[in-house]
């Protein structure tokens, strides 16, 4: 599958509906009871998938960091 951004990029007549819209009506035309809803969007917006994923990685090592500082005498 294509991110929605390649997708629109072959399709240019879907070029004036939002993203979201068109991942959402792709999601349940095509897709849904095939694909994980969670990866189809991951599939559909990479890059926020994978700055998502940075950000969750961050909050995680600062958390442990903090609870590593608090038990330390």
């Known amino acids: 599958m ?3 951004s ?3 990029k072959q399709h240019p007549e879907y070029r004036n509906i939002p ?3 068109l991942a959402e009506i792709m999601y349940e035309k ?3 009871g095939k694909l994980d809803e969670t990866e189809f969007y991951k599939l559909a917006f990479p890059d926020i998938a994978a700055e998502r994923a ?3 990685f961050t ?3 600062e958390d442990l960091l903090q609870k590593v500082q608090i038990q330390s005498p």
Do not use: G
């Open 2 to 4: 294509a991110s929605i």
């Open 6 to 8: 390649d997708y629109k």
């Open 19 to 21: 993203d979201l819209e």
């Open 30 to 32: 095509a897709y849904k």
């Open 54 to 56: 940075e950000d969750v």
């Open 59 to 61: 909050d995680f090592q």
